[in-house]
């Protein structure tokens, strides 16, 4: 019997989604109740994966000519100098700010959602 890949994807998604948060405010909302698309998903992964490895995602950032401002949270599991240190070293104009208490979602950390949006409505004004 053909396992259902897909919802077995969206059931991952929700225990990354518990490991990539701080401290998550609880909002009832189930992931499992998106339409997942795994393959897709895993498709799109290999081709970035390849485009980072030759060095072509930073290329085309060189490209950028509007301002670029990153979020990230201080406690995401992926290191935020890693987004920082080539992102201002390839854009011409990139701010980057780092929110305390908070991991890969900002929107939804009991600690850090308000400086998120804060920062968010700031920038876009």
């Given at each position: ?8 994807f969206?059931?991952f998604?929700?225990l990354?989604?518990?490991a990539?948060?701080?401290d ?7 992931i499992?109740?998106?339409n997942?698309q ?8 290999k081709?970035a994966a ?8 930073l290329a085309?950032?060189?490209k ?6 990153a ?11 890693g987004?920082?240190?080539?992102l201002?070293q390839?854009?011409k104009?990139?701010?980057?700010i780092?929110l ?6 900002p ?5 850090a959602?308000?400086?998120f949006f804060?920062v968010l409505?700031?920038?876009?004004n």
């Amino acid at each position: 019997m053909k396992k259902n890949r897909n919802k077995e994807f969206a059931r991952f998604g929700a225990l990354m989604s518990k490991a990539n948060a701080f401290d998550p405010i609880s909002s009832g909302f189930q992931i499992e109740n998106l339409n997942f698309q795994q393959e897709i998903f895993t498709n799109i992964r290999k081709e970035a994966a390849a485009l980072r490895k030759a060095g072509a995602l930073l290329a085309l950032g060189k490209k950028i000519e509007s301002p670029v401002v990153a979020i990230h949270g201080e406690d995401d599991p992926s290191p935020y100098k890693g987004v920082e240190e080539p992102l201002s070293q390839t854009l011409k104009s990139f701010d980057f700010i780092l929110l305390k208490h908070c991991g890969h979602k900002p929107w939804i950390e009991k600690d850090a959602t308000k400086e998120f949006f804060r920062v968010l409505e700031k920038e876009l004004n």
